[in-house]
């Protein structure tokens, strides 16, 4: 297994959910424990320190368009968690597909 990953570079504080107005708190706490969800599915799986910042920073896209995310109990978190994993996976191993094709 790799290096353990850092993540405490990419937490987030409240003021960084400033646009979450009331619920910043809220939405600071299950962002973080979704990038937590996040590092350990991904290590579980040896992903490489630049595929977990890769989810990572994908993560964050998916969070500032659905704040209906903030809404999520855990189990429910690491399910959706999984399913963007999933979905990175399938298009890494499209892309190594097509690249394997093209030769």
């Known amino acids: 297994?790799?290096?353990?990953?850092?993540?405490?570079p990419y937490l987030v504080s409240v003021a960084d959910m400033d646009e979450f107005e009331e619920e910043a708190e809220l939405?600071?706490?299950?962002?973080?424990?979704?990038?937590?969800s996040a590092v350990t599915q991904a290590q579980a799986d040896d992903w490489s320190h630049p595929q977990i910042?890769?989810?990572?920073e994908e993560l964050c896209f998916i969070w500032?368009?659905?704040?209906?995310?903030?809404?999520?109990?855990?189990?429910?978190?690491?399910?959706?968690?999984?399913?963007?994993?999933?979905?990175?996976?399938?298009?890494?191993?499209e892309a190594d597909y097509d690249d394997s094709d093209s030769n």
């Open 64 to 93: 500032f368009r659905e704040p209906a995310l903030t809404e999520l109990e855990s189990d429910e978190m690491d399910d959706y968690v999984s399913g963007v994993i999933r979905k990175m996976e399938q298009q890494r191993d």
């Open 27 to 36: 939405a600071a706490d299950q962002l973080n424990m979704m990038l937590h």
């Open 1 to 8: 297994m790799l290096n353990e990953f850092e993540i405490h």
């Open 53 to 56: 910042i890769e989810l990572i």
